[in-house]
């Protein structure tokens, strides 16, 4: 009995017994299992704490790339989704051997991060750092993510330190590339800018001209033609006809001239922007039309307008472009009814409309009419400046007002369109957004 007893003690454990930890682990598994460690200054397994042992186990079944240094000496384990990262051509295999062995050339980068977590016990972690070693056959840039964790031995005190990594090589080389479609496109709106800053300049100075050098000479040419009636008296109907001709033609150019005026002001002026209300705006303007209102035998109705971020006089120019527009095309037969209601947009609504920011709520302005209407096939060329579906026989205007209108929604982040058919009358939807703090830009640092 004795004797059977003394042979179990003495007897050789197996290979499998004395790893019985580390069963499986894949390649580095394989490699732990058969290395010579009486050669390592930890010593063979059987003689390993079991602090290691679990924390080996850890790393040797883990999906995730994972590395452990060991000891006074800092040996090296790893697992196999780690093993990619060391190349086909440079450190591996690693196991065993001495920290400063196998990253030699970025130890002073390396040692100082592990002495320091073995120190304090307190773990450090660093996102996309480039840490370029050897591998493949040269030294290679690599970044990496990753955490450095103290391990504990069986005494309570820090023996190693877990590598808990990733290899972001790819995302930050990508993402570099993108910054970089990103700088040449930034490079690209600055110059697209400096252009437009120098084109609104030229507009700017074209605006001056248009409001003094063009306007008093058709000024002058509409004053010498009534002084020319009034020397010449009596006059022919033929004589008549030309100087009415005349007379028209430099009326419409001078409402055509202060027209562009107007729309070459419009600019999304930030400052400008006040607490409106739509119904107050609307008042104006009726007042502003009453004699055209009165003369057409015309009724506008309106109620329950929204109060909003706008800027005042445009939100006035607007809506007294709407309303001129559905007075001048009404119908001979039918005395004008225009009507203004409004809905709020609430974000299943939003989808119809991509072209809107989701950032804040709209408003749906419905401004319809019983007028003439026109084609569909129309809805967008009548938003274009110099845009006109009629003739200037029949009906007077410029073809600029419906184009202020859209420039006016678009300094606002709104949307405006039409909708309509021949005879019909017509709806012109104006989206407004409750207020235009919402689409401010950051201050820049």
Known sequence: MYNSLATMHLRKPTNDETFHFIR????????????????????????WQQSLRTSLG????????????????????????????????GKHPALGKKGNEVWSEIWDFVEPLLRQV???????????????????GRIEDIYWTFSY??????????????????????????????DEIVAERTRELATANHSL????????????????????????VATFTQMLETALGTTSERQQHYIGKIKNASARMLLLIRDVLTF???????????????????????????????????RVHYEGLPVLEAVPLQMAQLFGNLISNALKFSREEADPVISISVKLL???????????????????????????????LYADQIFEIFQRLHGKKEFEGTG???????????NHHGHIFATSEEGQGATFHVILPENQSSFEEPASH
């Open 149 to 178: 964790s103290p391990v504990y031995d069986d005494h309570g005190d820090i023996s190693g330190v877990f590598v808990t990594c990733t290899e972001v090589t790819d995302a930050v080389l990508n993402r570099m590339r993108t």
């Open 118 to 136: 073995m120190t304090t016990g307190e773990p450090v972690w660093y996102e996309d750092q480039l840490v370029p070693f050897f591998r493949n």
């Open 346 to 376: 609430d974000r299943p609504a939003l989808t119809e409309f991509p072209m809107l920011d989701n950032r804040c709520s709209y408003h749906h302005l419905r401004v319809s009419d019983n007028g003439i209407g026109f084609d569909q």
């Open 58 to 89: 850890i790393v040797l079944h883990s999906a995730f790339p994972m590395f452990l240094f060991w000891g006074e000496h800092l040996i090296c384990f790893y697992n196999d989704a780690f093993r990619p990262s060391l190349g086909v051509d």
């Open 400 to 410: 600029i007002g419906l184009a202020m209108c859209k420039k006016i929604l678009q």
């Open 264 to 298: 070459s002001q419009l600019s999304r002026d930030t400052d400008l922007v006040r607490i409106t209300d739509l119904n107050l705006v609307i008042d104006n303007v009726v007042d502003d039309l009453e004699l055209l209102i009165d003369e057409k035998r015309a």
């Open 197 to 220: 800053q120098r084109s609104n300049a030229e507009l700017a100075q074209f605006a001056y001209i248009a409001s003094h050098d063009l306007q008093e000479p058709i000024r002058k």
């Open 24 to 47: 499986g682990g894949g390649e580095m598994g394989a490699l732990t299992r058969s290395f010579d460690w009486s050669l390592s200054p930890i010593g063979t397994p059987d003689q």
